[in-house]
């Protein structure tokens, strides 16, 4: 899965019946730190995820295993928003010492 | 899914059987502020886009989650025209004061 | 789908034995205007394309959607050879005058 | 599959129902020396990998085929510590002669 | 389906329990002229390949479409060993004048 920040949404009258109810997120790539990448990605919204969030997105066959995406014909789907990146090396910054 | 314009279509009569009667459509990719990126794709039009249109591709097995590709050996399908994309960033310009 | 040009074929006599009878096509890739990328493919033939060839190639899952194909281990295929590429713009280009 | 090194975890609590229980890695991609590489990956935990771990990451379907992930909506899984990679040119080097 | 010639393989002890019994080769991608490029695959060998050899690699769900892969978690596997790459270009230079 990689990382994207919600930036906005897609609207579409014309498509395909199995995208009906379904909402298409336009995401921003980020890195783990939150850096924005120049990769956008559109993505089923399978999480309620509202614009500026930092969310998880999964690509491919996998974006069909949320109860909303089986049988739609996408291949992104947002399908966690992001609370915390816990990155060992910033917890291993010494704390300050106690003197 | 990703952006891209519908720029012209490919005849072929020499192909697998699964691919008869569906029309495809040739596409350059674009970014979603519709600035032409160097890649093309072909892919089966499922929504009866015209050239000109911007569309959604959808690529690998979800490519063949429509009515008419199931079965068909296609890794890319446009399964939506494009009527707008709402860019957060755009939204949140001020609004002229009221005074 | 990808545009690629035939340019050979692979030899294997130790492989899967779901490979039988399968010919692998070493292709280049192309693009829509039939200039030679650097990238390379081997595909499975399923169209009977001849070296030179213009052809079509389809990856992943789908790469196993036609008869020769289903339940081997291969993750490309060519799947069409193409008659032609229409592109919009060249068509619009004005006809000589009729003077 | 590919190398990658564990370096955090990804904390969510809006997500999919079917990824209840699942702990999602954060891994930045190694070479097969170990170099890092400027790739980030989010996969799910199927090894109980510990932060630090040269581990294999399985992307696509692929990553559905643990029991932990089947029918969850993620597209890619650490499946494997490395305990050791062996070098076919390192053991090629010849010893040292015996005089 | 690429090229790559087998390099090396990778030992694992603590992975998932479908992977048991399986080699897994390190193998390094190379062109269609056997030129090594700068990337590393880890993929299942499915045909006793040996360190050294010229291999073809298949990727995605394809990869388990062998007896020994089904329903593992793998994305790649070799599926073949190359005895020869057949370039239209060679067989075109023109045999020596006989006279």
Do not use: W
Request: hydrophobic share 40%.
């Amino acid at each position: 899965m990689i990382f994207a920040k919600v930036i906005g949404n897609v609207v579409s009258t014309q498509k395909d019946e199995n995208l009906n109810g379904m909402k298409l997120l336009l995401c921003k790539e980020v890195d783990c730190k939150g850096k924005p990448l120049n990769t956008y990605h559109v993505a089923v919204d399978a999480v309620q995820a509202g614009e500026g969030d930092l969310v998880l997105l999964s690509y491919g066959s996998s974006a069909r295993m949320t109860d909303l995406t089986k049988n739609a014909p996408v291949d992104a789907v947002v399908m966690a928003i992001v609370d915390d990146i816990m990155l060992t090396e910033s917890r291993l910054v010494p704390k300050k010492k106690q003197s």
